[in-house]
């Protein structure tokens, strides 16, 4: 698919020639990663079936095309996780939406081959998700923010908004796949030169002027780094200032041991632990994915410092063991006061931009629910109970409503990563078709699409 193609596809937005107007069996809430492998998950079920046996299924996205971190796309910068755990792989390792099947049709596998690798760019994988959104024949409607989830007693009612209007498309399941989203720290107000890094390749480009010629990263995790090294390859003649809590970046866990927290297989083994091994688990095996950098970009990193100092020429200097005290943004730039947090005094800098490398957390389900909704048994605090096929728990409503992610906290440490998405698209499915009236041998789940439940 070309990049005018993709342009086309996702200049969608939503409008009567999206759908016929009836009554859908899934909507899916955004269309990233996650919903985009149930998508794909729902076609192959479909494949083969007669058109009064097929589920139907329609998807919104608030984003005016697809797009995977698009502000992070930079040059060289690979996958931290294999290539096999694609959109479809370890669910149907046949389907033609594998990562593999995608190189042949863009020629080049033999090449990818020769590589001798299992983790492509990060560039080359989005191209990837592009093309597979490409292939979804199901309604997707970009620019689109669904507001609100109610239950008419029948199915729900989706309200959704695009371009200054409302609609509301009936549903008997929601799959929510909204993703995550940036977290700055507290009191810290984004502007044209303080961003969160997910916009660093869109914000750099509109950035106005470079009077000071440097920059701050804050953040000691792995696109943190990224970050910093970026900006020192792209900007010679710029300063690059590293700021973290920590002593030091540290190394991800990337050891097959500690992997196998990735496993379909460990999702229920973390779900059926009890509240206190969860947390162990959690703490033991964060490092596998936050706060943790790919020890040859820590190497590469300290040398770079190291050979700066022997030639008494330094533009990657790194601040260890502090926070910002105060940020001051201006039309020429931001005045930020970094302050050591053992009390050894503090260092204030004018800087061009400040990028916070500072995480994500889930998009907020509580919020979408509508009044018709009794949401009090469906949330410990913050945190939604979910039941092991994703499903939200809730009281009254005999349908649906399922989170695509967002569940570290019951589901473990891959629900929020591309590890396990085939996977829970296949879990989620099964949930929706066997629930299905009058379903009929040639409507269960292929078993190119079930899971051993091992």
Known sequence: MTMDELVEFGDRRLGSGDHDGGEVDILGIGFGPSNLALAIAVKEFNSGRRADRRLTARFVDVRPRFGWHDGMLLPGTTMQISFLKDLVSLRNPASPFTFLNYLHEQGRLSDFINLKTFFPTRQEFHGYLGWAAGRIDFPVSYGTRATRVDWS??????????DGSETTVAARHVVIGAGIRPVLPEGVVPGARVFHNHQLLHRLAELPSRPHGRFLVVGSGQSAAEVAAYLHDSYPDAEVHASFRRFGYAPSDNT???NRIFDPEAVDEFYTAPPEVKRQLLDYHWATNYSAVDAELIEDLYRREYDENTRGVRRLIVHRVTGIERLGEG???VEVTIRDLGNRGATTLDVDAVVFATGFRAADT??????????SSSFEGELPIVERDYRLRLRGVPERIFLNGG???????TSSLLSNVAVRAADILRAITDDQPDRSDDQRLPAAIRIDPR
Not at 153 to 162: H, I, S
Not at 407 to 413: D, N
Request: aromatic residues 6%; without cysteine.
């Open 153 to 162: 007693g029948e199915r729900f009612e989706v309200a959704l908004e695009a």
């Open 256 to 258: 097959p041991y500690a």
């Open 331 to 333: 039309p020429d730039g």
């Open 366 to 375: 509580r919020g979408m629910l509508g009044p018709s909704i009794d949401g």
């Open 407 to 413: 569940v570290q906290h019951s589901h473990g440490l």
